[in-house]
Structure formats: structure tokens, C-alpha cells
């Protein structure tokens, strides 16, 4: 049960725990619209990270991930086997190997995210009001400050 702050008001701790709550089921709604195949969180974390990011090395992938570089090096032999990341050299030290995502990969994420974007449009069309639909882009203006703060 979520408590009360000085003026009557939702206190900040009582906020945050429904907010990461909602986040949390709002993630999990999200995920599930997208078919993520066999893989497993990490290896959906890294491809995403390098399809972001760009190509770079096992190394340089583990540190973004906070993982050991055998550990990352096992996630990357399973996603290149898959056929969704692929190896080069690298034109700057040649004894390096850069990672990057296939084409078929890029594929995958497109139309996960557009499977994703969908969904959450049809809830929002279908489920809010005009008027609920401008509290929500007031509330995410509000949580937009609060996730650059």
C-alpha cells in the first residue's frame, strides 16, 4: 500500500515502487510480442548493443555488458552459429576481430520492434481517450526527466 507524503501527496519511495512495477510488466507485455526464438537475455542485450553501438570487439562487448570476455565469448559463438553476428577484421589491428550483426539479424530486430511499436499502438488506440491519451503524453514528459535525471 503506497503511503503519503508531507502534503497529503504520494510519497516519492510509494511512486517509485508501482513505477518499477509498471515498468517492469509494461517490459514483459513488450517482450512478449516479439518472438525472441531460443535466445536467451544476454545474447538478446549484446546483439542489441551492437546493433546500436556498432561493430566491436569480444573485449570491448564484455566490458559494455559487464561480463567476463569468456563469458561473452561463449554468448557470441551461439549467436554466430545462429547466423546473427558475424566476425571481420579489423581494418585499424588486424590481429583484432570485430563482431557485427548480419543482415538477417538486422531483420530480426526491425521486425521485432515493429511488432512491439504495433502492439502498443493498437492498446493505446483502443484502450484511451483522447483526453487519457494527453495525460499520458504529459506523464511521459515526466518520465522522460526522470530517466535523464
Known amino acids: 500500500m503506497a503511503f503519503e507524503g508531507r502534503d ?54 564484455a566490458r559494455s555488458e559487464g561480463v567476463r570476455p569468456q563469458s561473452m565469448g561463449a554468448t557470441v559463438s551461439a549467436l554466430q552459429a545462429a547466423d546473427l553476428v558475424m566476425g571481420m577484421a579489423d581494418p585499424a589491428d588486424r ?13 530480426w530486430i526491425r521486425a521485432g520492434r515493429d511488432a512491439r511499436q504495433d502492439w502498443l499502438t493498437r492498446v493505446i488506440d483502443r484502450e484511451l481517450s483522447p483526453a487519457e491519451r494527453e495525460r499520458l503524453a504529459d506523464a511521459l514528459a515526466l518520465l522522460r526527466r526522470v530517466a535523464e535525471a
Open 95 to 107: 590481429r583484432q576481430t570485430l563482431l557485427s550483426v548480419t543482415p538477417a539479424c538486422r531483420n
Open 8 to 61: 497529503g501527496d504520494r510519497g516519492a519511495a510509494a511512486l517509485a515502487t508501482d513505477l518499477r512495477a509498471l515498468v517492469g510488466k509494461l517490459k514483459r507485455r513488450l517482450r512478449e510480442q516479439a518472438d525472441a526464438g531460443d535466445l536467451t537475455p544476454s545474447q538478446v542485450s549484446a546483439l542489441v548493443r551492437l546493433e546500436l553501438e556498432g561493430p566491436q570487439t569480444v573485449s570491448a562487448l
